[in-house]
């Protein structure tokens, strides 16, 4: 018999006696993904390719698909009772939904939106945090990855992909033909070891020290100290980079660089770093900054940036000593 989202979380409901409504509180998510999959299916044909010519809070271009997304997770979340506010890579600052609500969600609405109009995988990541006591202010968001009650993503590519975790290890959906999401994996596991990575190398003569040299003893291969040959990979889609990793094994990294010292990171660590190191972690990854694991980090900002590193746990340890000893 298929497994279906909601059976899924209905199971787990019963097996791990979940918060109440966190699983209404998902499905929304995953019913306003429908509706992103369908605007990204039609692209050209419903004319919402390119830019919006609007810039996000980052200074960012934003694409008309951005938009759309943002406003459709807006838009299904506010209506879900049990939502109390939302936070979205796109918005200034955070949006009041229902004053009796239990919980929070953050979202990035389109990961990966550069690749939009060369249809390359793009998605949606999601993070669902519990609203604290009182009145509901910038500093109730401003919560650590360990406190997630929920993470995941959806993944437009050649299958539209579910994959969620709510800190019972990780499951995966596919899209069947009913418009449905199925249960087709679970409790996938990250090998320990891996020999592929996948970072900017046009960005290489700005990273720091000890990722320089990081990198230059993967391309070394056989014939250096790490004694065995690495291949590279970049989409420029984290969604696509981490499911990749889930799927088969290996790296991601988005190292801090010097061309502007008050950045930490590019990634942001609300919307993107913690939903999915939260991921990686449930499926035996690691996930670090290069100094600390990204879970621990007591964020001050809604748009905080952070460094990345994440997946296979051999390799990012690795990556974390180097730069601890530096």
């Not at 990961?111 to 509901?136: A, H, M, Q, R, Y």
């Not at 088969?248 to 061309?259: A, E, V």
Request: charged share 15%.
């Amino acid at each position: 018999m298929s497994v279906l989202l909601n059976d899924y979380l209905q199971q787990q409901q019963q097996i791990h006696d979940l918060p109440p409504n966190l699983t209404a509180t998902l499905l929304s998510i995953s019913e306003a993904c429908l509706q992103i999959n369908q605007a990204v299916r039609l692209g050209a044909l419903d004319n919402i390719l390119g830019s919006a010519r609007t810039g996000n809070i980052q200074g960012e271009e934003q694409k008309k698909l951005d938009v759309i997304s943002n406003q459709i997770l807006i838009n299904t979340l506010c209506a879900q009772s049990a939502v109390a506010g939302l936070a979205s890579e796109e918005e200034d600052t955070f949006v009041s939904a229902n004053s009796n609500g239990q919980y929070l969600v953050l979202f990035d609405p389109l990961d990966g939106s550069s690749n939009i109009d060369v249809n390359i995988s793009i998605g949606t990541i999601f993070s669902v945090l519990p609203k604290p006591v009182g009145e509901l202010t910038t500093a109730s968001f401003l919560q650590s990855g360990r406190q997630q009650l929920a993470s995941g993503y959806v993944l437009y590519g050649p299958q539209t992909i579910l994959v969620l975790t709510v800190k019972h290890g990780i499951a995966m959906f596919t899209l069947n033909k009913n418009n449905q999401f199925q249960l087709t994996q679970e409790n996938t596991q990250i090998p320990v070891q891996t020999a592929e990575f996948a970072i900017n190398m046009s960005n290489q003569r700005h990273w720091q020290a000890p990722m320089q040299e990081y990198i230059a003893e993967l391309l070394a291969g056989k014939t250096g100290t790490r004694g065995k040959d690495y291949n590279m990979r970049w989409v420029a889609s984290m969604v696509a980079e981490v499911h990749r990793i889930l799927i088969r094994g290996g790296i991601f990294t988005y190292p801090q660089d010097q061309r502007d010292p008050s950045k930490p990171g590019k990634l942001r660590l609300m919307y993107e770093a913690n939903p999915m190191s939260l991921l990686i972690e449930q499926a035996g990854g690691v996930a670090t900054n290069t100094r600390e694991n990204i879970l621990d980090i007591q964020p001050d900002q809604l748009h905080q940036r952070v460094a990345v590193v994440l997946g296979s746990k051999a390799e990012v340890d690795y990556i974390t000593a180097k730069h601890q000893n530096y």
